[in-house]
Nanobody, 119 residues
Framework: QVQLVESGGGLVQAGGSLRLACTVSGRTFSIYDMGWFRQAPGKEREFVAAIGWSAFSTVYAGSLKGRFTISRDKDKNTVYLQMNSLKHEDTAVYFC????????????WGQGTQVTVSS
């Protein structure tokens, strides 16, 4: 099993920045990709960004590329999401997720961390 714990959420003014962290524990050797998703009130969960756990490859939701940056520190078993120039519409619960292979779904999920951007 893999356990994911997010941190770093909070309240920030529009135009500000936050950095989320996702600490990974358990069978970390089984992780293929790590990702961030978000869910705003009344909306479906949406993909934000992903990064290879071993291969340093990244992918972003098109609308967020340039403002959000995903990174990882394998020594610390942590994945980060740096969010800049935040907008009110970025308000959501942000979830960390992991998948165990290139073709599997997102097998593991964290509990989420709330990000609120005041306009």
């Amino acid at each position: 099993q893999v356990q994911l714990v997010e941190s770093g959420g909070g309240l920030v003014q529009a135009g500000g920045s936050l950095r989320l962290a996702c600490t990974v524990s358990g069978r970390t050797f089984s992780i293929y990709d790590m990702g961030w998703f978000r869910q705003a009130p009344g909306k479906e969960r949406e993909f934000v960004a992903a990064i290879g756990w071993s291969a340093f490859s990244t992918v972003y939701a098109g609308s967020l590329k340039g403002r959000f940056t995903i990174s990882r520190d394998k020594d610390k078993n942590t994945v980060y999401l740096q969010m800049n120039s935040l907008k009110h519409e970025d308000t959501a619960v942000y979830f960390c997720a992991a998948k165990s292979s290139a073709t599997s779904g997102w097998n593991y999920w964290g509990q989420g961390t709330q990000v609120t951007v005041s306009s």
